[in-house]
């Protein structure tokens, strides 16, 4: 049985839903069961190494003595979404985080700012805006009917049943509706699942080697898209001496049997002593994706 979402007053300053709380301090030894390890704990964990590798990065200060809060999300709920809040509990940044099938956690994407992927506050103001709801005190006299679906870092979404039985898919960022119908997720979701774990950091021990960050530029003051090829043979290596050159470079994918078009300005990296890069793009704060799982998805054009 789904578990639906209520909208309530609460949420203007919390979150959607609950899950275990963490605070970004060092990383306790992990509960037992029977012996075992309580995968709960190993979770928390994991992120809590995570959250204090990142914390340490330039514009990720505000991670420090957040708190966490970890709810599982996609299908057969095999990921969790870890919102970090800080002393107001106002968010201040995010984690994706994947269950790997041979055991242990994969990091899929992260990053920070006010405006995270799932954000209750961005939701509830778009739906209002876009006459889905037609006020707050619409919302509170009934449950909002929502499921949190995220496959890959270009397949977020919240799923909303409204009250006359419709389903409607909105973007998890801006909560902006899709022309999308159930035909066209499922056939996505089927297309990029295999892409889901492409690139993520793995290592528990994990840490950032070398970054970079750019000023935040409009992706659309020009269109190269419309009007330069794009740039072939897109790499790591290439991707990040561009970036260290400080050019803008616009990252482009068409999805839903081409009904979306996502354009994303690159804006820096992180590159992991593993070797992953993740690419910086400037979407409602910043969101640090891994090059590998993008890279076969879309397009990237030059200033």
Not at 2 to 12: D, H, T
Not at 29 to 47: C, D, H
Not at 120 to 127: A, D, F, I, K, V
Not at 239 to 245: A, E, H, I, R
């Amino acid at each position: 049985m789904r578990k639906w979402i209520p909208l309530c007053a609460a949420m203007l300053v919390m979150l959607i839903g609950g899950g275990g709380m963490l605070a970004a301090a060092a990383p306790q030894p992990p509960s037992t069961v029977n012996g075992e390890s309580s995968p709960a704990s190993e979770l928390e964990r994991q992120a809590g190494f995570w959250i204090q590798t990142i914390a340490k990065q330039k514009g990720f200060q505000d991670w420090l003595g957040a708190k966490a809060d970890i709810t599982p999300i996609g299908p057969g709920q095999h990921g969790w979404l870890v919102t970090l809040r800080g002393a107001d509990s106002w968010p201040v940044g995010y984690l994706i985080i994947h269950a790997k099938e041979e055991g242990g956690f994969q990091l899929g994407e992260y990053g920070a700012g006010r405006h995270p992927v799932f954000d209750p506050n961005t939701l509830y103001t778009s739906m209002v805006h876009q006459g889905l709801i037609a006020s707050y005190a619409e919302a509170t006299k009934r449950p909002l009917k929502l499921e949190r679906l995220y496959v890959h870092p270009l397949l977020a979404v919240w799923k909303w049943t409204s009250p006359d039985g419709q389903v409607r898919y909105l973007d998890a960022w801006t909560a902006e509706e899709l022309p999308i119908t159930d035909k066209h997720w499922k056939q996505a979701a089927i297309n990029l699942r295999a892409e889901s774990l492409a690139g993520g950091i793995a290592l528990m021990n994990g840490r950032i080697s070398t970054s970079r960050t750019n000023e935040i530029f409009d992706a659309y003051e020009r269109m190269p898209w419309l009007t330069k090829k794009p740039i072939a043979g897109m790499q790591s290596k290439l991707l990040v001496s561009l970036l260290d050159q400080k050019r803008q470079i616009r990252f482009t994918s068409e999805l839903y049997d081409k009904q979306v078009l996502f354009v994303w300005p690159a804006i820096g990296y992180h590159r992991w002593d593993d070797d992953s890069l993740f690419v910086s793009f400037d979407q409602y704060g910043s969101r640090f994706i891994p090059m590998a799982a993008i890279q076969s998805e879309g397009l990237f054009f030059n200033d």
